[in-house]
């Protein structure tokens, strides 16, 4: 109890006790109880007994006329019911550890007692042993269909059909109908029953209240809906017209059998005075609404989240977080301090990390939802590939195309998917490397280098760089990296995810113009026709200025508009540079991918089907929709622009081998110059690789097979150096991409009780989903048939959900949105009710002032320094620190390491030492309390210091 | 309290004393309180009380370091607090009707008490006294843009400017922070603050403890944030260490303050007792949420309907219905016995009704809201007018055409506004109408009948029909119009509305077909050429077949589509019957259009700026998309079909004048022979009529100033009549365009206390709306010039909006899309509680199969005998009476008017005496509840009675 104020009732001996029998032996978990309760009706002639509400965690009622379980609701009780419980508790039947076998002998064993005691008069003996051992009758739920069959039978007006009958309830086996129950799959193997019985019987003049516990759990033939066996038993019968105040007490004792702590009680209490003394526990901790304030009609949902018997301990006095915790520890999920190391130094201690975990890596990918994952990012590394390759190719004149870009995609994602630190990373090509490519390919051209060549010495150089950063753990830098850092990067990189979704659509409209002016009664007007020029007379064989030979007899009208361009004819007329209904198709196939799979996604949360299905239709949500964008651009068959892959495996361009050569044909000064842009490469390399790295390690994607930073930077600077020497593009990891690799990986529970809420589990973590994709990219060759049929105005529109999925969830983005919000509608979020609101808006304020000057310089020819500007938001937000006070960016943003000494004076208690604490014995013992809530603080601002590296 | 179960404590006397002092006097109901928590703090060296707090009905709390206010939220209270409240008041000073004029002297006052009843140490005074008087500092709302401003100065990392201060608490006036607080407006006027000051100091060893009612509300200096006279004053001061305890104490007293039915004991409590007795009045009502079911920690948002305390009486023993009421009854809302009136019988009684609201349907047309309306059902009524014009002059070969189309709808339209009984339904032509006009057309030029004639014959006779009716009361068939009838009327009205706007959209598609071959390269080879038909020579002047006569020279390369076709010349080429682009530039018209409107529909719900902003939006939502959509079909520029108005004031057939004359031209039997094709018309209008009066005056709408069904009805005779003798379209209620005016008239309550939910009050009934729609379709024509901007795929979007819209909020459509949830996702509705599902569904799928039936004869001929239809559909409810029960039926349905005289005998009470029962006397009596529940379970009952005319 809590400490008394005015000098209250003197403190109840309940903590004491409980504190005692609690405290006896908490070796074994006791088993989760289901509770039924029953009621006694009057059916035709016959009293039965019908159940009308059941319990595994949240309490479903039998619906009063339905016929159907109502949904999953919290309990809310009336006080008054608790109170006449526990008075029932104390002048009732008390009985524990009966040895019972049957229900007609534990009824007789109970009647005996209350007679014995005097409470019962021996001629009510066969009255009430009557009423106990009616058959009971279970509300079984019944598939929709087989209910639509019921519909002409029952269609007499009768309700009654819908019953399952329990055919005797002194039959010791159990019924079929007990053994099919779909609702056994909610409830815990080990599981055990309590069953309430309660009614009115107009025999009594005062309430026959028994409570038992037996000795063994024991099935006690058709008692209970569900095959479980029975332990704990609590009849209330009593005189009639007070049915809805048994019913209300009868709810109260299943609600206290279902409560972690109670039930614990339950199970080892030695006595009355233990149950009671669990009752005013409860009482002590139950939650008050007040009348005025709340309809009791209203059934209350299973909130999110329960407090756990741990939790419930840590609630009294005062606890510095009120909901959730500052970002500086683990956010939502408490106790994963081994995901939060972030490394652990050193290659092989990332070796030695990785390792046991690879068997892992390939026989957890077996999973449907990997299917839809590897679709998923198959179609946005190939879309990736083919519009790099094309960029690529204009930018080194087809030096390196889209076939280069394939199979560097296919080789570079299989290898560092197949060996990485952290395989769930998608590697692509990237914007800054392809700017440079373009520099340096301009370079070599007009200086008269060779660009292969010198090509291969910088990704030598930067190999050998990137093991120099690998030795000498440079990765350590990531610890610098907070929130701030990560949420602007990624955000960045989303903006121009969406940008070029768009731009590539914009480009689509001017690439297909519209003739605006058409009028479609002067369709005879519009015409366009290759004229040849300079020659008068229209059918003159040649034409001198053209190069090419022309055959002898040239039909001018015959040539489409490109063989007129060719042979220099001219085109002349009003529809020449006007392309009709591509433009327009483009825009739909593009934005109605996009919305159907924003829609689709959201189905999860629809109330329609059942959820293995919603889940099914959320996960393959991208598939359906391009399969359905397909399906109509075939069914409307216009031209609209294909996805086109390379057929033959060749170099792009004619003239080049598929080995590049390290020497020969540049000078020897090339080869050590070289070192010099290597190292713009390999800042490039790093920063991009890292970063992308952190986000994808986040916290919040509760990934349970650690990191490896150091071991990714291995792989990658391996492929810089094969892919140079095959002349193909270089790979570094594509933020985007690896978070909707992640995003479709994503787990959650499969909830147990009804109306408890699925959790995130974390991601599925594998290596399979990677390799397959780039496999499948590398095949994608020969799948050049099916690939064909996709248009690309599809693929863009993946392109710009891939954009907007990866921003929605990133905090920086919710902020951003705050702007907007008057401040009584934002939501609830922790670092709300910790932070005042002007800080927030100066904190988002400066993270989009940095966005907009990346967005801006990377619009410029200066985006080749990209990585270098990662390094300059580390440095704003250093600076930050001092604009912020510390407990402001603990919960808005991460505390930079160095800031840990500050707060070491604080780290008193041992975090060790609270968790082996024993729960249950402490919820009696308040003194401790407060201890404990200063040690589960210093817990958590150990989490902060766990970010150092070990 | 509620009866005892098991020999529980002895009945306490709260119930008694209770009883006793809110049954003194209830002429006038207590102010509304106010109440503030303040705590004290250390600021610095200085002590000061921080406003932590505060309640009109619902807590907002000060965040912890957020600076800002919590969202209201149901204070969730512990049940310790309660106790130890009520120990508080038990051993505090309590001072009932202390003559206070200031805080020193009420301070002094106390104190002085406390230290005569030795309760408190003389040298203390001092201390206690100064505490007490410490300056208030109060949470002060900014607006956004002045806490940006702030962000500049305050970027010191100080957290405490923010706060406003009243600068001396013994100051007696109010501080200009007070008064220009905007909270106020949130209070009502009336209203008195009770101010709750808990706090810890050193000097204390045990708590001290006052509560003080003034005799008079008086302003108390800086004590209060708002300028509201304070009546209660609470203080708890303690010893230091339990803070924690001391807050939730005060959070106790501070929900009792605002509880209804507490503060009126606080008001008239004579002594410490009767308090105590309002807190275990409290208790016995509190709500219990089990500890493991439910975080304490989660804010519980304010539920949209509290219990008033007048259904706080009902709660106890048995309720009949747990949640909601039958639909037998009112529906949602209880006591609106007046509306159920659906009609009072015969013209002048409809006519006495509406009189007396005649001035108000105009000066409450004066709203924002009636220019949304205007504009939506305006472009509603002329798309319609448009669409029904050009298919009447196709059908009558232009004897009625667009023109009268817009002159009938006008003309019509404005008369039924001004005079009718129910002025928001909104008349406009109908299909049936439409299909006889083409048979009688038909029939007429067959039999060499002169069409306007037999027209205008049959015109008068329908009226003379309609006043028949209009004279015997016919109107009463509706009440054989349930839920049933209506809403399968009314469904099937919307698909037609859907499936009418898809049509048009695919006619568009047809009309402007898409060249899917085109391949952009060979353009050359794409043309369309006018070439004149049997004439060998390309350039020859005349064609024989032609009966135009043709210019001297013809240069038929010039000839636009139709000029070639009309000379005779026939179109050669591969683009001739293909239109470029105006076909997917409708499809993302219509589908923008709609879309945009859905989404800003919702955007009301969405969190982003103020209320009344949003509120904004949501009521112009179709006009902006209208605007955004003709914004970016000016941009784009293609030809698409636009809207044309008539611009001349003139028949659309020339050889018509604009007066039918009844006689001459047609044998005499013919006039006395259109009587029978005049019934069907009756019948036809009749029916189509009354139904979509009865679908507006649902009594979900709420609708204020009754029905007038024979008004009504008499006014549509009138207009046949006239019409007719214009030689201008019949006019009939339309359904779909009728429940979109009431839609954008609907009115919601400015909630008042935070959190409060806005409740649905009504609709904007008044003639104005409806007036200006159709003034504003007879100049139109005069609007030609702006209206010709409006695409029609922009209109046909508005229509398929109208369409759905009409559709949600239909229980029918609910029930549909109960098929496709598993059970346990199924919404709450309050049928699903008292009916099984399976009767639920078979009722679904009889409407299902109804409606199907009238959809299919809808599309043929058979489409006259509509109105015949809803006949069997009454014909169909009639017979469910047969295959369901009447429970279920008023769950579901309505009660069919017969069916009453079987609940007769469960009518005892009488409803006014349970109006006029005393609200809160009857709280603390239990006895009396039962009956009071029959009484109000009769009064349900009544409600249902009042359905048959009087």
């Given at each position: 109890?809590?400490?008394?104020?005015?000098?209250?009732?003197?403190?109840?001996?309940?903590?004491?006790?409980?504190?005692?029998?609690?405290?006896?032996?908490?070796?074994?978990?006791?088993?989760?109880?289901?509770?039924?309760?029953?009621?006694?009706?009057?059916?035709?002639?016959?009293?039965?007994?019908?159940?009308?509400?059941?319990?595994?965690?949240?309490?479903?009622?039998?619906?009063?006329?339905?016929?159907?379980?109502?949904?999953?609701?919290?309990?809310?009780?009336?006080?008054?019911?608790?109170?006449?419980?526990?008075?029932?508790?104390?002048?009732?039947?008390?009985?524990?550890?009966?040895?019972?076998?049957?229900?007609?002998?534990?009824?007789?064993?109970?009647?005996?007692?209350?007679?014995?005691?005097?409470?019962?008069?021996?001629?009510?003996?066969?009255?009430?042993?009557?009423?106990?051992?009616?058959?009971?009758?279970?509300?079984?739920?019944?598939?929709?269909?087989?209910?639509?069959?019921?519909?002409?039978?029952?269609?007499?007006?009768?309700?009654?059909?819908?019953?399952?009958?329990?055919?005797?309830?002194?039959?010791?086996?159990?019924?079929?109908?007990?053994?099919?129950?779909?609702?056994?799959?909610?409830?815990?193997?080990?599981?055990?029953?309590?069953?309430?019985?309660?009614?009115?019987?107009?025999?009594?003049?005062?309430?026959?209240?028994?409570?038992?516990?037996?000795?063994?759990?024991?099935?006690?033939?058709?008692?209970?809906?569900?095959?479980?066996?029975?332990?704990?038993?609590?009849?209330?019968?009593?005189?009639?017209?007070?049915?809805?105040?048994?019913?209300?007490?009868?709810?109260?004792?299943?609600?206290?059998?279902?409560?972690?702590?109670?039930?614990?009680?339950?199970?080892?209490?030695?006595?009355?005075?233990?149950?009671?003394?669990?009752?005013?526990?409860?009482?002590?901790?139950?939650?008050?609404?007040?009348?005025?304030?709340?309809?009791?009609?209203?059934?209350?949902?299973?909130?999110?989240?329960?407090?756990?018997?741990?939790?419930?301990?840590?609630?009294?006095?005062?606890?510095?977080?009120?909901?959730?915790?500052?970002?500086?520890?683990?956010?939502?999920?408490?106790?994963?301090?081994?995901?939060?190391?972030?490394f652990?130094g050193g290659l092989f201690l990332d070796m030695?990390?990785?390792?046991?975990?690879?068997?892992?890596?390939?026989?957890?990918?077996?999973?449907?939802?990997?299917?839809?994952?590897?679709?998923?990012?198959?179609?946005?590394?190939?879309?990736?590939?083919?519009?790099?390759?094309?960029?690529?190719?204009?930018?080194?004149?087809?030096?390196q195309?889209?076939?280069?870009?394939?199979?560097g995609?296919?080789l570079s994602?299989?290898v560092f998917?197949?060996f990485s630190g952290q395989?769930?990373i998608?590697l692509s090509s990237t914007g800054p490397i392809l700017i440079f490519e373009k520099l340096l390919f301009?370079f070599s051209?007009?200086?008269?280098i060779?660009y292969m060549e010198l090509r291969l010495w910088i990704g030598i150089h930067s190999c050998i760089q990137c093991f120099l950063l690998v030795a000498t753990d440079a990765s350590y830098i990531i610890k610098y990296m907070?929130?701030?850092?990560?949420?602007?990067f990624?955000?960045?990189?989303?903006?121009?995810?969406?940008?070029?979704?768009?731009?590539?659509?914009?480009?689509?409209?001017?690439?297909?113009?519209?003739?605006?002016?058409?009028?479609?009664?002067?369709?005879?007007?519009?015409?366009?026709?290759?004229?040849?020029?300079?020659?008068?007379?229209?059918?003159?064989?040649?034409?001198?200025?053209?190069?090419?030979?022309?055959?002898?007899?040239?039909?001018?009208?015959?040539?489409?508009?490109?063989?007129?361009?060719?042979?220099?004819?001219?085109?002349?007329?009003?529809?020449?540079?006007?392309?009709?209904?591509?433009?327009?198709?483009?825009?739909?196939?593009?934005?109605?991918?996009?919305?159907?799979?924003?829609?689709?996604?959201?189905?999860?949360?629809?109330?329609?089907?059942?959820?293995?299905?919603?889940?099914?239709?959320?996960?393959?949500?991208?598939?359906?929709?391009?399969?359905?964008?397909?399906?109509?651009?075939?069914?409307?068959?216009?031209?609209?622009?294909?996805?086109?892959?390379?057929?033959?495996?060749?170099?792009?361009?004619?003239?080049?081998?598929?080995?590049v050569?390290p020497f020969?044909?540049n000078?020897w000064w090339v080869y050590l110059a070289s070192f010099v842009p290597a190292l713009l490469v390999t800042i490039l390399i790093f920063m991009d690789q890292q970063i992308s790295a952190v986000?994808?390690?986040?916290?919040?994607?509760?990934?349970?097979?650690?990191c490896g930073y150091h071991l990714d930077l291995f792989w990658v600077g391996v492929l810089m150096a094969v892919c140079s020497f095959l002349g193909l593009p270089w790979y570094v990891a594509a933020?985007?991409?690896?978070?909707?690799?992640?995003?479709?990986?994503?787990?959650?529970?499969?909830?147990?009780?009804?109306?408890?809420?699925?959790?995130?589990?974390?991601?599925?973590?594998?290596?399979?989903?990677?390799?397959?994709?780039?496999?499948?990219?590398?095949?994608?060759?020969?799948?050049?048939?099916?690939?064909?049929?996709?248009?690309?105005?599809?693929?863009?529109?993946?392109?710009?959900?891939?954009?907007?999925?990866?921003?929605?969830?990133?905090?920086?983005?919710?902020?951003?949105?705050?702007?907007?919000?008057?401040?009584?509608?934002?939501?609830?979020?922790?670092?709300?009710?910790?932070?005042?609101?002007?800080?927030?808006?100066?904190?988002?304020?400066?993270?989009?002032?940095?966005?907009?000057?990346?967005?801006?310089?990377?619009?410029?020819?200066l985006a080749i320094l990209f990585p270098v500007m990662i390094l300059g938001?580390l440095?704003?937000?250093?600076?930050?620190?001092?604009?912020?006070?510390?407990?402001?960016?603990?919960?808005?943003?991460?505390?930079?390491?160095?800031?840990?000494?500050?707060?070491?004076?604080?780290?008193?208690?041992?975090?060790?030492?609270?968790?082996?604490?024993?729960?249950?014995?402490?919820?009696?013992?308040?003194?401790?309390?407060?201890?404990?809530?200063?040690?589960?603080?210093?817990?958590?601002?150990?989490?902060?210091?766990?970010?150092?590296p070990?």
């Amino acid at each position: 109890m809590m400490s008394d104020v005015c000098v209250f009732a003197p403190v109840s001996p309940a903590a004491e006790r409980l504190r005692y029998i609690l405290g006896e032996d908490d070796d074994m978990p006791n088993p989760t109880l289901f509770t039924e309760m029953d009621t006694l009706q009057q059916d035709g002639d016959e009293l039965e007994w019908k159940e009308s509400a059941r319990w595994v965690k949240f309490e479903e009622k039998v619906e009063d006329g339905g016929e159907r379980w109502s949904k999953p609701h919290v309990s809310t009780l009336s006080l008054h019911s608790l109170f006449e419980l526990r008075t029932c508790l104390q002048t009732g039947t008390v009985v524990l550890d009966l040895e019972g076998y049957s229900l007609p002998q534990i009824v007789d064993e109970i009647i005996e007692r209350q007679i014995d005691e005097g409470m019962l008069s021996p001629d009510l003996r066969e009255k009430i042993s009557f009423v106990l051992l009616r058959k009971h009758r279970h509300q079984t739920k019944k598939p929709i269909h087989r209910s639509l069959a019921d519909m002409g039978k029952a269609s007499g007006g009768g309700a009654r059909h819908a019953h399952s009958r329990s055919m005797n309830d002194i039959a010791d086996t159990l019924s079929t109908d007990q053994l099919r129950n779909k609702f056994m799959k909610k409830i815990p193997r080990d599981a055990e029953a309590s069953n309430v019985l309660v009614g009115e019987v107009d025999f009594l003049d005062k309430p026959f209240v028994a409570f038992v516990r037996l000795a063994q759990a024991t099935t006690l033939g058709g008692l209970t809906e569900v095959p479980v066996p029975t332990r704990f038993l609590f009849i209330l019968l009593g005189p009639t017209g007070k049915a809805k105040s048994y019913n209300q007490i009868g709810r109260a004792i299943a609600t206290l059998m279902v409560d972690d702590l109670f039930s614990d009680v339950a199970y080892k209490a030695r006595d009355r005075e233990d149950l009671i003394a669990g009752i005013d526990e409860f009482l002590d901790e139950v939650i008050v609404l007040p009348p005025g304030e709340w309809d009791p009609k209203i059934r209350i949902e299973p909130p999110k989240k329960v407090p756990t018997a741990d939790k419930r301990l840590e609630k009294s006095v005062h606890s510095l977080n009120e909901l959730g915790q500052p970002n500086g520890t683990a956010g939502g999920s408490g106790g994963h301090s081994e995901d939060e190391e972030m490394f652990c130094g050193g290659l092989f201690l990332d070796m030695k990390r990785k390792l046991p975990w690879f068997p892992s890596d390939f026989y957890e990918g077996f999973h449907i939802q990997s299917i839809s994952a590897v679709l998923f990012i198959y179609l946005g590394c190939i879309t990736n590939a083919i519009t790099f390759g094309g960029l690529l190719g204009d930018a080194t004149d087809n030096y390196q195309g889209v076939m280069e870009s394939f199979l560097g995609t296919a080789l570079s994602g299989t290898v560092f998917c197949m060996f990485s630190g952290q395989p769930l990373i998608i590697l692509s090509s990237t914007g800054p490397i392809l700017i440079f490519e373009k520099l340096l390919f301009e370079f070599s051209k007009n200086n008269g280098i060779d660009y292969m060549e010198l090509r291969l010495w910088i990704g030598i150089h930067s190999c050998i760089q990137c093991f120099l950063l690998v030795a000498t753990d440079a990765s350590y830098i990531i610890k610098y990296m907070t929130r701030f850092t990560e949420e602007g990067f990624s955000s960045l990189i989303s903006f121009i995810f969406i940008s070029d979704a768009i731009k590539k659509m914009v480009s689509h409209t001017q690439y297909y113009p519209i003739n605006t002016d058409f009028k479609p009664d002067y369709v005879t007007a519009y015409k366009c026709e290759c004229l040849p020029l300079r020659s008068p007379s229209p059918y003159s064989s040649t034409s001198k200025t053209v190069s090419y030979s022309l055959p002898s007899y040239l039909d001018w009208s015959q040539l489409s508009k490109k063989e007129c361009v060719k042979y220099g004819g001219s085109l002349v007329g009003n529809t020449c540079k006007y392309v009709p209904d591509l433009a327009l198709m483009s825009f739909i196939l593009f934005f109605g991918t996009y919305s159907m799979t924003v829609s689709l996604k959201k189905f999860k949360f629809s109330r329609y089907f059942p959820t293995k299905l919603r889940k099914l239709i959320s996960d393959f949500s991208i598939f359906m929709a391009i399969m359905t964008f397909v399906g109509l651009d075939r069914l409307i068959g216009l031209k609209t622009p294909k996805l086109i892959v390379p057929t033959e495996f060749k170099p792009t361009r004619p003239d080049r081998g598929w080995i590049v050569l390290p020497f020969g044909k540049n000078p020897w000064w090339v080869y050590l110059a070289s070192f010099v842009p290597a190292l713009l490469v390999t800042i490039l390399i790093f920063m991009d690789q890292q970063i992308s790295a952190v986000i994808v390690n986040r916290k919040e994607n509760k990934l349970r097979k650690g990191c490896g930073y150091h071991l990714d930077l291995f792989w990658v600077g391996v492929l810089m150096a094969v892919c140079s020497f095959l002349g193909l593009p270089w790979y570094v990891a594509a933020t985007v991409i690896s978070i909707a690799h992640i995003d479709s990986l994503k787990m959650e529970s499969e909830s147990s009780a009804p109306g408890e809420q699925p959790q995130f589990l974390g991601v599925r973590e594998q290596r399979l989903t990677g390799i397959l994709v780039f496999v499948l990219t590398g095949v994608s060759i020969f799948l050049a048939p099916v690939l064909q049929f996709i248009p690309m105005p599809v693929l863009y529109g993946v392109f710009l959900y891939m954009g907007v999925a990866s921003l929605s969830g990133i905090q920086f983005w919710e902020r951003i949105k705050l702007y907007m919000m008057p401040s009584k509608y934002q939501p609830d979020f922790p670092f709300l009710r910790h932070v005042p609101l002007r800080r927030v808006h100066l904190f988002t304020l400066v993270q989009i002032i940095c966005l907009a000057v990346l967005w801006v310089l990377k619009s410029t020819v200066l985006a080749i320094l990209f990585p270098v500007m990662i390094l300059g938001l580390l440095v704003v937000r250093k600076m930050l620190d001092m604009v912020f006070s510390q407990h402001d960016l603990a919960w808005i943003d991460d505390i930079l390491p160095g800031k840990d000494k500050k707060k070491d004076k604080k780290k008193k208690g041992d975090k060790d030492d609270t968790k082996k604490k024993d729960k249950k014995k402490g919820r009696a013992d308040d003194s401790k309390d407060k201890v404990r809530n200063v040690k589960i603080y210093c817990h958590q601002l150990a989490g902060l210091e766990q970010k150092k590296p070990c």
